[in-house]
């Protein structure tokens, strides 16, 4: 359905460094950019960069940036790299009630702020 996803940095190292982890947690690998970092797969591709307009970057009320994991041991890696890589917690590890499927999920913050999750399916749902 998407081409590819653009997230914006103000500090393009901060940035590289947190989403290197958490994207190979995944299982996808970074190729740095002169203005950021693009993480290709071939669904679709992940950008993380200055904004194109010069401007600084800021955080879209609203917006969340979901990966797709294997299992819940991935969501856990995902969410412990992120934690160890300059993001911040926004939502434990753990089974999301209110999500279809019942799925397990968790969710960060990047070091600009912008609101990420990975979702596994749930087999006891």
């Known amino acids: 359905m998407f081409t590819h996803t653009f997230l914006g940095t103000n500090d393009i190292e901060k940035s590289r460094k947190f989403y290197s982890a958490v994207m190979q947690a995944l299982g996808h690998n970074a190729v740095e950019l002169p203005h950021g970092t693009l993480f290709p797969s071939p669904n679709g591709s992940l950008i993380v960069a200055k904004p194109g307009n010069g401007e600084a970057h800021t955080v879209s009320?609203?917006?969340?940036?979901?990966?797709?994991?294997?299992d819940s041991s991935v969501v856990d890696a995902?969410?412990?790299?992120?934690?160890a890589n300059g993001g911040t917690c926004e939502?434990?590890?753990?089974v999301r009630v209110n999500s279809p499927g019942q799925q397990y999920g968790a969710y960060l913050r990047d070091p600009d702020g912008n609101k990420i999750c990975a979702f596994a399916p749930n087999p006891n749902a």
């Open 61 to 70: 009320n609203g917006y969340t940036l979901g990966f797709k994991a294997e």
């Open 78 to 83: 995902w969410h412990a790299a992120g934690l």
């Open 91 to 94: 939502g434990a590890p753990g």
